[in-house]
């Protein structure tokens, strides 16, 4: 099925399934393997190595984030074009955002590699703690130029019509790297740097095998001269600023939630917010996988004035989110013990009875994080970029600075309890900006004349 009969034509419940869903595949093999990794680094390390492997990890997801806002930034307006019939401007803003991809990773990377130990040390840490959240980090900022284009590629791979391959290609990474972590820690007995050089080398053999065909000229985009502008780059930030901002902004917030919990709980409390991050790990691949996975049709469709089937395919998209945040509600309230389990075998009575309270109340998170979710989605999806990043920021970083303040009585609790306020309040928000959006979201079908 071509990529016009697949975005305009097929009926949305029947796209959703043929989109949406290999898409959540693709998400759920990735999630799987952050799951493993923190599992690996738990069974076959030690604690401390998975408290550092937490500590460094805001600073990894930074480095990726500009590549982010470049590949999700580029994928809206390409979407678009190829949706008015431009087929041309598609490929100048596919050639230029992955040449400020890879531009983007040699700076970052080199940046993070040489700022890595006074970032650790001012996170509160010191001794071997510091120096294997260092050696992890630095792992990923040598591969940064290549890694780093990863996350880009599975989105052109979507735009084309590529769904399936893109599927494929998630859960041969994450297979990939998986083996390799347990062959460099079970069998070799390789350190934390091990773990980052097997989820490193997997996103490098899995980017030669992305950019591959579209090198070859196999796929509806392909790689041409590339004629940067002033509105070129604008437009790729702007749409791309509301996912930036989300990552950067997120892990602003987790540095700050470290540097709370390493003076409040130490090694342990750090521990435990690492089984909440790889407990959220697992769910919010799977959001995006299903939401982001259709935001190429979406797009394609307003971009061909096919308003009203934008809004149908979003419709799906809204019902998937309420599903999955319904089942992570159950099973976290359900099972808190045996998910902080998989993480800290190692530790002792103290750690596991603050992880599994700590779930427990991790899990009011998706009471409402699905709604706030899906109309930053929605409107990103059809260039409502500032509304978008408003709700991306304020998710991100506004409300849970704010309820530290508000919550700082309660110590710890206060700091598992942040995950679920900070939900409401951007649900609150989300409604409020759909709102006053809608008359604009709601308007009629206007078939644009395709060049």
């Given at each position: 099925?071509?990529?016009?009969?697949?975005?305009?034509?097929?009926?949305?419940?029947?796209?959703?399934?043929?989109?949406?869903?290999?898409?959540?595949?693709?998400?759920?093999?990735?999630?799987?393997?952050?799951?493993?990794?923190?599992?690996?680094?738990?069974?076959?390390?030690?604690?401390?190595?998975?408290?550092?492997?937490?500590?460094?990890?805001?600073?990894?997801?930074?480095?990726?984030?500009?590549?982010?806002?470049?590949?999700?930034?580029?994928?809206?307006?390409?979407?678009?074009?190829?949706?008015?019939?431009?087929?041309?401007?598609?490929?100048?803003?596919?050639?230029?955002?992955?040449?400020?991809?890879?531009?983007?990773?040699?700076?970052?990377?080199?940046?993070?590699?040489?700022?890595?130990?006074?970032?650790?040390?001012?996170?509160?840490?010191?001794?071997?703690?510091?120096?294997?959240?260092?050696?992890?980090?630095?792992?990923?900022?040598?591969?940064?130029?290549?890694?780093?284009?990863?996350?880009?590629?599975?989105?052109?791979?979507?735009?084309?019509?590529?769904?399936?391959?893109?599927?494929?290609?998630?859960?041969?990474?994450?297979?990939?790297?998986?083996?390799?972590?347990?062959?460099?820690?079970?069998?070799?007995?390789?350190?934390?740097?091990?773990?980052?050089?097997?989820?490193?080398?997997?996103?490098?053999?899995?980017?030669v095998i992305a950019l591959t065909p579209f090198a070859l000229g196999k796929m509806k985009l392909h790689?041409?001269?590339?004629?940067?502008?002033?509105?070129?780059?604008?437009?790729?930030?702007?749409?791309?600023?509301?996912?930036?901002?989300?990552?950067?902004?997120?892990?602003?917030?987790?540095?700050?939630?470290?540097?709370?919990?390493?003076?409040?709980?130490?090694?342990?409390?750090?521990?435990?917010?690492?089984?909440?991050?790889?407990?959220?790990?697992?769910?919010?691949?799977?959001?995006?996988?299903?939401?982001?996975?259709?935001?190429?049709?979406?797009?394609?469709?307003?971009?061909?004035?096919?308003?009203?089937?934008?809004?149908?395919?979003?419709?799906?998209?809204?019902?998937?989110?309420?599903?999955?945040?319904?089942?992570?509600?159950?099973?976290?309230?359900?099972?808190?013990?045996?998910?902080?389990?998989?993480?800290?075998?190692?530790?002792?009575?103290?750690?596991?009875?603050?992880?599994?309270?700590?779930?427990?109340?991790?899990?009011?998170?998706?009471?409402?994080?699905?709604?706030?979710?899906?109309?930053?989605?929605?409107?990103?999806?059809?260039?409502?970029?500032?509304?978008?990043?408003?709700?991306?920021?304020?998710?991100?970083?506004?409300?849970?600075?704010?309820?530290?303040?508000?919550?700082?009585?309660?110590?710890?609790?206060?700091?598992?309890?942040?995950?679920?306020?900070?939900?409401?309040?951007?649900?609150?928000?989300?409604?409020?900006?759909?709102?006053?959006?809608?008359?604009?979201?709601?308007?009629?079908?206007?078939?644009?004349?395709?060049?």
């Amino acid at each position: 099925m071509d990529q016009q009969t697949m975005f305009l034509k097929t009926p949305p419940a029947k796209l959703f399934f043929l989109a949406a869903l290999p898409g959540a595949i693709g998400m759920l093999a990735s999630a799987l393997y952050q799951l493993a990794d923190g599992i690996l680094v738990g069974q076959f390390l030690d604690s401390t190595a998975f408290a550092a492997l937490n500590l460094a990890m805001p600073f990894v997801i930074i480095n990726f984030s500009l590549a982010d806002l470049i590949g999700v930034g580029s994928s809206v307006p390409i979407s678009i074009a190829l949706g008015q019939g431009k087929d041309r401007q598609a490929n100048n803003y596919f050639t230029c955002a992955c040449l400020m991809i890879v531009s983007a990773g040699v700076l970052v990377g080199a940046l993070m590699y040489f700022a890595a130990p006074g970032l650790i040390v001012l996170m509160g840490a010191d001794g071997r703690f510091a120096t294997l959240a260092v050696q992890y980090l630095r792992v990923y900022a040598i591969c940064s130029p290549v890694t780093t284009i990863i996350f880009a590629t599975d989105n052109y791979l979507r735009i084309c019509g590529r769904i399936k391959g893109s599927m494929c290609l998630n859960i041969f990474m994450s297979a990939l790297s998986a083996g390799l972590e347990f062959l460099f820690l079970a069998v070799f007995r390789w350190g934390i740097w091990a773990a980052a050089l097997a989820t490193c080398t997997g996103m490098m053999v899995c980017v030669v095998i992305a950019l591959t065909p579209f090198a070859l000229g196999k796929m509806k985009l392909h790689f041409c001269r590339p004629q940067f502008s002033p509105e070129l780059l604008g437009r790729i930030i702007r749409c791309g600023l509301p996912t930036f901002l989300n990552n950067v902004a997120g892990r602003i917030t987790s540095i700050l939630m470290n540097l709370l919990l390493v003076r409040l709980g130490g090694e342990i409390a750090v521990s435990v917010y690492g089984v909440l991050m790889y407990a959220d790990g697992f769910i919010q691949p799977l959001l995006y996988g299903t939401c982001d996975s259709l935001q190429p049709a979406v797009g394609y469709n307003w971009g061909a004035g096919r308003f009203s089937r934008s809004r149908a395919i979003e419709s799906w998209c809204l019902r998937a989110a309420m599903l999955l945040c319904a089942a992570a509600l159950a099973v976290m309230a359900l099972f808190p013990g045996q998910i902080a389990a998989l993480f800290l075998s190692s530790t002792g009575d103290e750690a596991m009875a603050m992880a599994t309270g700590a779930v427990r109340l991790f899990s009011l998170t998706y009471l409402t994080r699905w709604f706030g979710f899906w109309v930053q989605s929605y409107l990103l999806a059809v260039e409502k970029a500032v509304q978008a990043t408003i709700i991306s920021v304020s998710t991100a970083l506004i409300f849970p600075v704010l309820l530290i303040l508000v919550l700082w009585p309660l110590g710890l609790t206060g700091l598992w309890l942040n995950f679920a306020g900070t939900a409401v309040l951007a649900a609150v928000l989300a409604a409020v900006l759909l709102r006053r959006e809608w008359p604009d979201l709601s308007r009629a079908d206007q078939p644009v004349q395709r060049q």
